[in-house]
């Protein structure tokens, strides 16, 4: 089979043959745009040479001819007395690898050829600057001969010469660097530098066929799910000079502005000047405005070719260009890197430019760069000045600057005072949360992506920073110690929950939301994504945040979450730590005014949109005073003796809170807590349906391991609503459901459908059972057996889709056997992760729930995964 094609034989079709960059140099050379000639070697022969460590008979003999080919249309040829045919030869992979391979440039250069072009250019500087380019690029990539060997020769000369750049480099100069170049090959026992053009090109060919198995190709490709057996293409190009002189230059254009996305040509150039040094920052570029004064033509050009090419591939372009002598030649075109504010902006653009559909422009933004747009950034200017101090997990995206506090205590105490407010601590607790609602960032010392201080910071939208191993605070003193630095009490501190960065001072930020463009896009999801999205929210706060950004309703209310306010916790503390039925009495009627009306708000936000109430679900230790000092205080609140409350307390205690009593088994042996929490959320159905609002409540019950338990709580929670329907005559369509999280009810499911009305995964919980891992003390070796490569993610931040995965679709099938019709939800962390999602829609779930701030990721992740 055929296996070099010239640039005229190919197009973008053909990037699994050709690699991007030869797919690409061939659909611009036949839509007649000015590309230097050349030809492309396919991945097939690289698969070839890697079977064989060599190349074919028949490889060689097809070169030849596209060698001739090459001669007839540049009119130059291998060791031209007068015009000395010069080569590239670049690396090209299907999948862009950026600089994980390697590419030789002036490749035909030799003692002779040197001085031809020299003369041809009346430029020795210039030709002997080629050359020494070629020998240090040449010994570097095909004989392994270190960079830094030739970097320090060119140092020295420098030195010796009092030089401060390259640029002062005289030809003399560069004539004996070249000569001490070449003896670098013999001193490293490579022999002499081969002065035969076409032995420079094989040994070329061969190094960057080699270079696919480089350690760092290799690595690379593990890290981005790029597969072994792709093989990079080889293309082999005419060279044209961009340091030919004054009329001559390199640079790189975007066809939009790849940081705003505004439609206007972004670039940047460098009059005479070698095609890496824009990148290599030697001088600094021109903007390609300068380049409309300087050469008009060129810019009229260089701007038709852009509008051209972007309609022609329908994305935004980042193209490589040279202009040699007054002649503008393209190197390169490729879709462009944009920021997420660029991706949304140009893909929707696009739309209304009839470049690309709806449905394109929704694969071309990633679900997780949503999630940046969403919350405050560091300015990036500011943010080049700091040095973070420590870094953690980046548990929660977002930027947040205040003044630093150690106890929930004192940070609300600063905010109340109207202070901006971080608060840090070893980790965070339930009663902690009036000082972490009122903070900017949280950041912990201690815990994992699922910690309490990860969730509820994510949650609430706060930055959140945790697992900072580094800090070390001590209560006491009010300082935190970072190895030698401190950070004592309403000190300034930066929090970047992106890059789980914690700085020292006070950075600017830029805001953010979902509008403009964003919001159309998520429009479009929404039309698209089979799945729903909606959001977990204990509060009408979270709630309207989450229906700004767009969710169909409520799929996770955590009502725990609701007594931890101070006046509710004295009544949970009366409640719990009372002895009989009469003394749970008041308690509890008085949790269940307060609970009505919580749901009462939700509902009524809620309108026609769905909500989902979980009963209680945390183990009732959760609720008690933890040291002396709070049974001295609660001791006083509730009218027991200390010494009752802590006998009552330690009676409470399990070694294994979180396998222990909680859940529906609170509710088999408590039965009046979720009998009150049914009664709160009846009440506010009927007064909602006085004021004219149908709702339809959906009740969820946590922990189920068994039919016959959840056969239970149903009926306990059946007959309370049925009591309350008789009473008030208004009739009520409820359904309650399951928590998928405990693995035996995942394969039980079929019976456990036949008394659910719907299910969802608890995630976090049947991730936790099924490995084994205490999700809050995961941190401690977590990122060990990431690093180690034992685990491919966290399984608490994305699926891990081959066991808790297929307990998943255990329980999916069995359930679906028993009712095809059952609605089948996942509310923990991974239903707001994009790679997660993308495995639901696999699987057949019918709806995600996250956190407020992640609804928009999950949207737009819902409707690629439809695509
Ligand atoms: P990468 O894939 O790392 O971008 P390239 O193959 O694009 O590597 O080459 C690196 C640089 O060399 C580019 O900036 C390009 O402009 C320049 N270059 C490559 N081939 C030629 C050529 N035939 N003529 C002039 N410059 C070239
Ligand atoms: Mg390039
Ligand atoms: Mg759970």
Redesign the pocket.
Request: hydrophobic share 25%; glycine share 16%.
């Given at each position: 089979t055929k296996q070099i094609y010239a640039f005229s034989e190919g197009n973008m079709s053909m990037r699994d043959l050709l690699g991007g960059?030869g797919a690409n140099l061939a659909e611009m050379t036949n839509l007649g745009l000015p590309v230097?000639h050349?030809f492309t070697l396919t991945t097939d022969a690289c698969h070839d040479y890697q079977r064989t460590q060599s190349l074919s008979e028949d490889l060689l003999v097809e070169l030849d001819q596209a060698l001739d080919k090459l001669r007839t249309l540049t009119g130059k040829q291998f060791n031209g007395a007068k015009e000395p045919l010069l080569?590239?030869v670049?690396?090209?992979a299907a999948i862009s690898m950026?600089?994980m391979m390697d590419?030789i440039?002036n490749i035909g250069l030799n003692d002779q050829t040197v001085e031809a072009l020299a003369s041809l250019t009346h430029n020795v500087r210039f030709a002997y600057d080629s050359y020494r380019r070629l020998l240090s690029m040449f010994g570097n990539v095909v004989y392994g001969i270190g960079e830094e060997t030739f970097d320090q020769v060119l140092t020295d000369v420098k030195q010796a010469n009092g030089y401060a750049s390259d640029l002062e480099l005289t030809a003399e100069d560069l004539k004996q660097i070249v000569g001490q170049f070449k003896q670098l090959y013999q001193q490293a026992g490579k022999g002499e530098f081969p002065q035969s053009p076409k032995a420079q090109l094989l040994a070329a060919i061969n190094a960057v066929f080699e270079s696919w198995n480089n350690h760092r190709a290799q690595v690379y490709r593990q890290q981005n799910h790029i597969p072994e057996s792709l093989g990079t293409a080889v293309?082999v190009?005419?060279?044209?000079?961009?340091n030919a002189g004054d009329q001559s230059g390199?640079g790189v254009a975007f066809t939009r502005n790849p940081a705003t996305g505004e439609r206007q040509v972004f670039g940047e150039y460098l009059l005479n000047a070698?095609?890496?040094d824009?990148?290599a920052g030697i001088r600094t570029p021109q903007s390609i405005e300068v380049l409309k004064k300087e050469m008009p033509a060129i810019y009229d050009q260089l701007m038709d070719i852009a509008e051209k090419l972007e309609t022609h591939y329908r994305d935004m372009q980042d193209l490589?260009f040279?202009i040699e002598n007054g002649k503008l030649?393209l190197?390169?075109a490729r879709d462009g890197k944009r920021t997420p504010y660029a991706a949304v902006k140009i893909a929707v653009d696009q739309v209304g430019e009839e470049l690309i559909t709806k449905e394109q422009a929704l694969q071309r933004v990633r679900p997780e760069s949503v999630s940046a747009m969403l919350h405050p950034e560091f300015d990036a200017n500011d943010l080049t000045q700091k040095t973070p101090l420590t870094t953690g997990l980046p548990a929660s995206p977002g930027a947040a600057t205040g003044r630093a506090y150690f106890t929930a205590e004192d940070a609300k105490r600063a905010a109340d005072g109207g202070e901006k407010v971080i608060l840090i601590r070893q980790d965070t607790s339930p009663e902690d949360i009036d000082g972490m609602i009122v903070s900017q960032a949280i950041v912990t010392s201690r815990g994992g992506m699922t910690s309490h201080a990860a969730v509820v910071a994510r949650g609430m939208g706060a930055t959140g920073v945790v697992g900072a191993h580094e800090i070390n605070v001590d209560y006491a003193a009010k300082v935190a110690h970072v190895n030698d630095s401190e950070i004592h009490e309403g000190d300034w501190v930066s929090v970047d929950g992106t890059t789980g960065n914690l700085y020292l001072g006070q950075i600017n930020t830029t805001a953010a939301g979902v509008k403009g463009e964003l919001s159309t896009l998520l429009d479009w999801a929404k039309d698209v994504a089979h799945m729903g999205v909606y959001t977990n929210a204990d509060t009408p706060q979270d709630f309207q945040k989450a229906l700004d950004f767009g969710a169909d309703g409520i799929g996770l209310t955590r009502t725990e979450h609701m007594f931890f306010k101070p006046e509710r916790l004295l009544q949970m503390r009366r409640l719990i730590l009372a002895t009989d039925a009469a003394g749970r009495a008041d308690p509890l009627n008085q949790l269940l005014q307060m609970q009505q009306e919580d749901f009462y708000q939700l509902y009524k936000l809620a309108g026609d949109k769905e909500v989902t109430i979980r009963l209680l679900d945390p183990p009732l230790h959760e609720f008690l005073p933890h040291d002396e000092a709070e049974i001295q205080a609660v001791s006083k609140q509730i009218h027991m003796s200390p010494e009752q409350l802590r006998a009552r307390t330690n009676s409470l205690k399990e070694l294994n809170p979180m396998l222990g009593h909680r859940g529906d088994r609170l509710a088999v042996t408590f039965p009046d807590i979720y009998q009150m929490q049914v009664r709160a959320i009846m009440s506010a159905v009927i007064r909602l349906y006085d004021e004219g609002l149908e709702v339809h409540p959906h009740i969820m019950i946590p922990l189920t391991d068994s039919k016959a338990e959840m056969a239970w709580v149903r009926d306990l929670v059946s007959d309370q609503i049925k009591e309350m329907v008789d009473n008030s005559g208004v009739r009520v369509d409820y359904t309650v459901g399951t928590m998928m999280e405990m693995p035996r009810a995942c394969v039980t499911a079929d019976q456990v459908a036949e008394v659910s009305d719907f299910f969802s995964f608890g995630t976090n919980d049947l991730t936790q059972l099924t490995f084994g891992y205490s999700r809050d003390d995961v941190g401690s070796f977590m990122p060990v057996y990431i690093k180690k490569g034992i685990l491919p993610a966290d399984p608490f931040q994305t699926i891990d889709t081959e066991g808790v995965g297929a307990l998943m679709k255990i329980a999916i099938d069995k359930g679906r056997q028993t009712n095809p019709q059952l609605p089948i939800g996942v509310c923990g962390e991974v239903g707001g992760d994009p790679a997660s999602i993308e495995f639901f829609e696999q699987i057949g779930i019918t709806y995600v729930s996250c956190s407020p701030y992640r609804v928009p990721v999950a949207r737009l992740a819902a409707a690629q995964a439809t695509l």
């Open positions: 960059k230097p050349g080569v590239s670049r690396s090209g950026p600089g590419t440039l293309n190009q005419e060279m044209v000079f961009g390199t070698q095609g890496e824009v990148v490589e040279t030649y190197l390169q």
